[in-house]
């Protein structure tokens, strides 16, 4: 037989599968696989997108701890430069306090020298100035660049403390030049002139405990981002292991290992969700492949019994046809008996095809009627059928329960075609597998089926199905068998030739019919000896 083009062909075809990339990284490729297979370019894609995702977990934290200490490291700079700074300005306020209580004794234009760090500069009336510090104090820091300023500008200050750049054109450099932190005072003179004082300290020491202290803090926000990627890295690598091994995993299956799955995770996390999906998703996956796999072996194995029972028929026919060319057949009689013969092939082959095809339209699901028909007159018109092929044998209709009469009338819904032909199969298996003369019993009957599973009596009526048994007292089928007496081109046993067996799809047939009418069949032995066929069919109405 050669398939049409609407038929599958036998075998399969494994499409190879292309390798999983790192955890976080594309799979290599020009392309990336995206639902539907439509294939997405990544050409396009930035570079932070092509960096492992673990590279860049670690790299985001040890940029966020080094932010985040960098800024903790300059607002304590600077909290700490403010409130030293402060601590000056209190010093300074109260130096320019008992200042402001004592003369200006110096000599305009003099010199004096300070047993400390201060300075301090006099500006009198007259224009001139005198001030005070000490020699180490400029070699070291410099003097002051006070700015001149008039008496309203003066007042304008407040009192308040205000910072100037050191002025070395008329010392030496200085070793350190830096700034001064200055407070202006007035106070009016003996001849009633407002005079102005300013009282200086050098910032020196300020800035170099908060250069200090930047140091440190930078020092140690290094070292807290370099343990703190450290850390980084080793809990992002633990947390990421499961990613790795589903990517193991995925490489296997691409492999062709089916059977693998993704080690279970709490369900709680994301992982522990990512693989509960994709472990029942592997296992669709390989139910789905065996239910493939299965279908084709049944395929192949069906093509080949097929080719086999219409190859026995096929070589009688062509062999008879060879004797007649060859001149063999020399005699009418022989003529006429190897016509009866080429016949006698030519009808098992056609019936062979006639219950290929009717399984085959089975397969296709295609609808059957649905009329009201009468399953008690189709036993009946059945049991009439295995009477007159073999009028020894004893057939009686009986009702289901022991001693109980059959129903007259059992009507179902379905095709009354298809249900004679299952009826006809049965009793012809009865008629070629069982001795002549062996009593058959053709069961008719109804049951209750339970409601479904979950619904309650009391809201879910029980529904009425038909039954129909037909019982030999033949030998039977051979125990642990009954399960395979509905597969296609199954014989019991060897003694069921082409010749006597019929086709091996009989019963096939009966179950694909009932079974397209929502009904069930299995096989019992019968008490004493034989073989029970159980038909249940739903009732209409």
Do not use: C
Not at 268 to 287: D, F, K, R, Y
Not at 338 to 354: K, Q
């Amino acid at each position: 037989m050669t398939a049409g083009p609407d038929h599958a062909t036998s075998g399969a075809t494994s499409v190879p599968l292309p390798p999983a990339g790192p955890v976080g990284e594309p799979t290599p490729g020009p392309t990336a696989a995206r639902p539907h297979g439509r294939p997405v370019p990544t050409a396009g894609w930035s570079w932070f997108a092509r960096i492992p995702l673990r590279t860049r977990l670690v790299a985001i934290t040890v940029l966020l701890l080094a932010g985040g200490l960098g800024i903790a490291a300059v607002v304590t700079s600077t909290v700490v430069s403010s409130f030293l700074v402060q601590q000056v300005d209190d010093q300074l306020r109260r130096t320019a306090q008992d200042l402001a209580n004592q003369p200006f004794r110096d000599v305009p234009g003099a010199t004096a020298s300070m047993p400390s760090d201060y300075y301090v500069l006099y500006r009198f009336a007259d224009g001139s100035e005198a001030e005070r510090r000490t020699d180490v104090t400029v070699v070291r820091y410099g003097t002051p660049d006070i700015p001149a300023m008039s008496e309203p500008e003066v007042e304008a200050l407040g009192g308040e403390p205000f910072t100037v750049d050191a002025a070395t054109s008329t010392m030496a450099e200085p070793v350190d030049p830096t700034q001064w932190r200055v407070i202006p005072l007035t106070r009016a003179s003996a001849s009633g002139a407002t005079e102005s004082a300013f009282v200086a300290l050098p910032l020196t020491g300020i800035h170099d405990t908060v250069n200090f202290l930047a140091r440190a803090l930078a020092l140690a926000a290094l070292g807290i981002a370099l343990v703190g990627g450290a850390v980084a890295y080793l809990l992002v690598h633990r947390a990421l292991r499961p990613l790795r091994e589903i990517e193991e995993t995925a490489a296997g299956i691409a492999g062709g290992d089916l059977a693998r799955r993704v080690r279970p995770a709490p369900p709680t996390t994301e992982v522990g969700s990512l693989a509960g999906s994709l472990n029942a998703m592997l296992t669709q996956i390989e139910h789905a492949f065996a239910v493939q796999e299965a279908s084709e072996a049944r395929m192949r194995r069906f093509v080949s019994d097929a080719s086999h029972e219409l190859r026995t028929p096929l070589a009688a026919i062509r062999g008879y046809g060879e004797l007649y060319r060859m001149g063999a057949l020399d005699t009418p009689d022989k003529v006429d008996d190897t016509m009866v013969r080429i016949e006698d092939s030519a009808r098992r082959m056609g019936g062979l095809v006639n219950d290929l095809l009717a399984l085959a339209r089975l397969d296709e699901g295609r609808p059957l009627r649905h009329d009201p028909v009468d399953v008690a007159a189709l036993a009946r018109d059945s049991a009439q059928d295995l009477h007159a092929l073999d009028p020894s044998r004893d057939v009686r209709i009986v009702g289901l329960a022991p001693g109980a009469i059959a129903p007259d009338s059992l009507r179902v819904v379905g095709d009354e075609d298809r249900l004679r032909q299952v009826l006809a199969n049965l009793v012809g298996n009865v008629a070629r597998h069982t001795p002549a003369g062996t009593a058959t019993e053709i069961v008719l009957g109804s049951v209750e089926a339970p409601p479904p599973p979950g619904d309650r009596p009391t809201t879910t009526p029980a529904a009425a199905t038909a039954v129909v048994e037909v019982r030999d007292h033949g030998p039977g089928v051979p125990a642990g068998q009954e399960g395979r007496v509905f597969e296609r081109f199954y014989r019991a046993d060897s003694s069921r030739n082409r010749e006597s067996g019929g086709s091996g799809l009989g019963l096939a047939i009966v179950a694909a019919i009932v079974a397209a009418h929502h009904g069930h069949v299995a096989v019992q032995p019968t008490d004493g000896g034989g073989l029970t066929v159980r038909i249940e069919l739903p009732l209409d109405g």
